[in-house]
């Protein structure tokens, strides 16, 4: 039963809010364990030539890599989808910047795995660092808006922050986190067979 002073909006209103707030303290937990996965992936690569351990890993690495490198782009598109979407989260112009790269990889990428194409590191890792290198700065500008140049517009500035979980993850450093991974995986993992899938067994 609705308390008298208490209005099924205002209920709703409270619901929604935990429900963006769980979705950010999620995300920001997926950051963590993106961090986690970019140290092992190029730990296995250092070490595998003399633990057995690491090396196991690589290999299972290897054999999964373009899919491990499309499922993180993915999740950021769907998650960045529900920020602006569904919280209401309008994105500034360095968003959308980051935005460009990032869906981008999330389609070439699903390509890539489904054919095995391991060529796609040409077309991939360029999208990557450069969604890296502005999710970077849009993470410093965050922090020193003094540094914003004339890339946003002064109704909705760069520097303005939705969320940060923990003091300090924010939605710029989750793409530059989920970049970097992408980057650490096509890098660092050993060819697999680098030609699409033709259906020939020659």
Known sequence: MLHPATSRGEIDGQNGEMDTDAVQLFAALLTVVTWIGTVVVVAARALRGRVALA?????????????LA?????????????????????PCTL???????????????LVAAIRRDLSVRWYALPLAVIGFVISVYHYFVEWFPQIETNVCSLTLPCSNVWFREFGFISLPLMAASAFTFVVAVLITTSTIDSHPTTGDPS
Do not use: D, F, K
């Not at 968003?95 to 990428?109: D, G, N």
């Open 55 to 67: 090396r196991s890993v690589h290999e299972a690495v290897s054999e999964t890599s373009l899919w």
């Open 70 to 90: 499309w499922i993180v782009p993915t999740g950021a598109m769907v998650g960045s989808l529900y920020m602006s979407e569904v919280a209401n989260y309008v």
């Open 95 to 109: 968003c959308w910047y980051q935005r460009i790269p990032m869906y981008s990889l999330a389609v070439i990428l």
